[in-house]
């Protein structure tokens, strides 16, 4: 096991050729909204009590209806095959296996059934709505049928962001030849085989629900072009009908849509820029989570997401008034630094750092943090 996520950031740097790392780690634009994220919690300081009895330590989390071993799950991401395969799957058995649930994403690349038959742990689905609203309605019955309990509506993706990374790389499913790749691959054959012997990611969950063909460039097409620009706060009343589960919005970036939300009578919010992902210069999610966890927390059930990359920064996070994070980046160096394992010693890791942090900060308990226990530098 290696001391902190970011040196399993550092692995996977060093085995991932430059296209597939570009696509783990890039933000949108210039990368400031990402760089944002990360440091809100370093200018975040702690403000400890000493001389108390921390001989037990809680972390357990109720957490939208299960119970989370920490304030945590394993956030949705896509194409996740790019770095290891059968990604989902050993990220759902990491989470599991740390006592954290796991949302599959839309743009995952093994099948939701195959991810159940993996493992009997908690599994939430993230959707993505394309303007075919028979494709969400089969992903979201095949997925209940499956045990998959609670919905993540993603609303901040009508359209992708402006990202350069990919732009200056030529990021295209499948990969084009070019004299650069070709030399990036030849210094990288580890990550060369594994494709060569598992085959190149499928957005296997879009094209079952939208009968693609085993197509990458078809399947990314159902995914981004075909998205409902649409979809408003009136469709919630259709996902209640559709979905028998709870219902989460994730991407609020601000107070009035946290308010709209719970207007419609949803469940949960994750404030989220999507890691930076999207619009540049949106607002950090752990600068929101204050004014919004004042006025709705007793109503709603508020995440974030972005930056978190320490246990010290769920304190953080749990401190100013989350219930939990999602974790997104984090267990993705994890796989593609060390596979399977890695991604399970990184959630053991941000377990370990959480619970010595709260015994520093004097707290026997996740739930004693408020905003007393951190203050701005």
């Not at 919010?269 to 004042?294: F, K, M, T, W, Y």
Request: charged share 25%; proline share 5%; with cysteine.
């Amino acid at each position: 096991m290696l001391p902190c996520v970011m040196d399993y950031r550092r692995h996977a740097q060093k085995r991932l050729p430059w296209l597939a790392f570009d696509y783990l780690e890039g933000g949108a634009e210039d990368g400031l909204t990402m760089a944002r994220n990360v440091s809100a919690y370093a200018a975040l300081e702690f403000r400890p009590d000493v001389l108390v009895d921390v001989s037990e330590c809680r972390l357990e989390t109720p957490l939208l209806g299960a119970t989370a071993a920490m304030p945590a799950a394993v956030g949705p991401t896509g194409l996740n095959g790019l770095f290891w395969p059968d990604a989902d799957v050993h990220l759902a058995r990491a989470a599991h296996r740390a006592g954290l649930p796991f949302v599959l994403s839309t743009a995952s690349t093994s099948l939701l059934e195959d991810v159940r038959a993996a493992t009997s742990g908690e599994l939430w689905l993230q959707l993505y709505v394309q303007r075919d609203r028979r494709i969400a309605e089969h992903l979201m019955d095949r997925a209940w049928q499956n045990g998959y309990t609670v919905l993540f509506l993603t609303v901040d993706v009508p359209v992708h962001g402006n990202r350069d990374h990919d732009k200056r790389n030529g990021f295209k499913l499948p990969l084009r030849p070019s004299p650069r790749l070709l030399l990036d691959l030849a210094a990288h054959p580890g990550w060369c085989w594994r494709m060569l012997r598992h085959g190149g990611p499928q957005l296997k969950n879009l094209a079952v629900s939208s009968n693609a063909r085993e197509n990458i460039t078809e399947q990314a097409s159902a995914l981004s072009r075909q998205m409902d620009l649409a979809l408003s706060w009136d469709d919630v009343a259709w996902l209640r009908r559709v979905w028998r589960g709870r219902i989460v919005i994730k991407g609020i970036q601000g107070l009035a849509d946290a308010r709209r939300a719970r207007a419609r009578g949803v469940d949960g919010i994750v404030l989220s820029n999507h890691g930076g992902r999207q619009l540049e210069s949106a607002p950090c999610p752990l600068e929101i989570l204050p004014e919004v966890a004042a006025e709705l927390g007793r109503s709603l059930e508020i995440m974030v997401d972005g930056g978190v990359r320490r246990g010290s920064d769920i304190a953080k996070a749990v401190a100013l008034g989350a219930r939990a994070v999602l974790l997104g980046r984090a267990p993705l160096y994890g796989l593609a630094g060390r596979g399977p394992a890695g991604a399970h010693e990184v959630l053991a890791i941000l377990r370990t750092e959480l619970e010595n942090t709260l015994r520093l900060l004097g707290r026997s308990r996740i739930d004693a943090l408020n905003a007393g226990a951190v203050r701005r530098r």
